[in-house]
């Protein structure tokens, strides 16, 4: 069973490029999400604060990996899920959560504090 979420968060470094097994490009980002609040004489503090691991696939990937950087907000919309594979070295297995933009996900740059215009990419057919 996977689980729908949706936020908003700070990247915490650039994306990072991998590739799967057919050599399709995907990239790998942590988000810094954060919930602010005031103290008892008006001090903003981060309460809450998680980080989340975000998996971006297909065309996105090299949309957000381009637009993406260091510090910038992105809100990300996907399904949650366990990620499973063996550790290079030891060959012990890991595990991580991670949110996943697939077809059905979505990753975006928020315009909260900047602006920018946007350069539509081609829509892929079913041909191609």
Not at 3 to 15: H, K, S
Not at 52 to 77: E, K, L, M, Q, Y
Request: with cysteine; proline share 4%.
């Amino acid at each position: 069973m996977h689980t729908t979420v949706a936020f908003a968060g700070n990247l915490t470094d650039a994306p990072e490029p991998h590739h799967t097994r057919e050599n399709d490009p995907f990239f790998s980002c942590r988000v810094l999400v954060n919930r602010r609040a005031q103290n008892d004489v008006g001090e903003s503090l981060d309460v809450d604060r998680t980080s989340r691991n975000v998996t971006i696939f297909g065309p996105a990937a090299t949309h957000v990996h381009d637009s993406g950087g260091s510090a910038d907000t992105v809100f990300v919309h996907g399904l949650e899920r366990t990620e499973a594979w063996a550790d290079k070295e030891s060959g012990e297995k890991r595990t991580r959560e991670a949110v996943v933009d697939n077809r059905f996900g979505e990753v975006g740059v928020s315009l909260k504090y900047v602006s920018d215009r946007v350069d539509r990419a081609p829509r892929r057919t079913r041909a191609s």
